[in-house]
């Protein structure tokens, strides 16, 4: 694949939670979702794919400087000294009366106002100074749809800058999946776990057992949702008679469904992994 696409490149990598794999850099989304199809059209290959992360830039207690493409290697808050975010300048060219919209699109996204050059009577180029974590997700459908697709972008990374970021943990049955972790702004982390938890509940299946779902900052849970366990009528083919006999049915299948609580495993789908992404989008 990579033999005939220069912009696509990759590096082995493994995880705890998905095993082998490859980290993968892209052009951007959709470039993404075509050497996604691909690989499944001409390799017949299954993919579990997650959400796309850029790279950080972190200066240790003792003045190391690493970069950081993967949530999992962040270290320890009291380790940091600092969190720099790559920031990129974004020229935006769009119709002259969606200007506000725009402008406030990417107020929402922490941007810094450049300036505003007007190309004519109707068209203006408008530039921003924004996170390039906030452009790589869905920056572009955005634009398309504030302008009815009359409006274009470009950007260029011009380096990183501080930033008051932290790593969002997401614990399945009290698990970390480390394959769902992501960074985030911390005046977005409640917003942004609340969103993921939820998504990632109307996307995991019921279980015989409870599963907890929890957005964890260090050892600070922000938010919880819970799937209840998939319940069966055990009672179904009792008419009548004593009443101990469907007590007895109800508190064997609770003792049970205790069991699978603490041995089960929670089977998490391919959609669930992309839920990073949904939620970002609806932040």
Known sequence: MALNDAAFSFT??????????FRCGFLGMLHMEIIQQ????????????????????????????RMIDNPVDVPDAGEIEEFREPIAKVNFIVPAVNIGVMM??????RGIYVGT?????DRAQLTYELPLSEIIFDMHDKLKSATKGYGTMDYEVIGFRPADLVKLDILVKGTLVEA?????????????????????????????FEVAIQAAIGARVIARETISALRKNVTAKCYGGDITR???????????KKRMKQFGMVEIPQKAFLSVLEAGKDG
């Open 117 to 121: 050059e007007y190309l004519g009577t």
């Open 246 to 256: 469907k007590r007895k049915l109800l508190q064997k299948q609770k003792e049970g």
């Open 104 to 109: 406030q699109l990417c107020e929402d996204r």
């Open 180 to 208: 769902l972790a992501t960074i985030v702004h911390r005046s977005m982390a409640d917003r942004r776990g609340r969103a993921l938890v939820k998504k990632l509940k109307e996307e995991i299946p019921k279980h015989q």
């Open 12 to 21: 082995a990598e493994t995880s705890d939670a998905l095993g082998f794999g």
């Open 38 to 65: 691909r690989l499944e059209d001409e390799a017949d290959v299954d993919l579990i794919q997650t959400a796309p992360n850029v790279t950080y830039e972190i200066v240790r207690r003792g003045g190391e400087v």
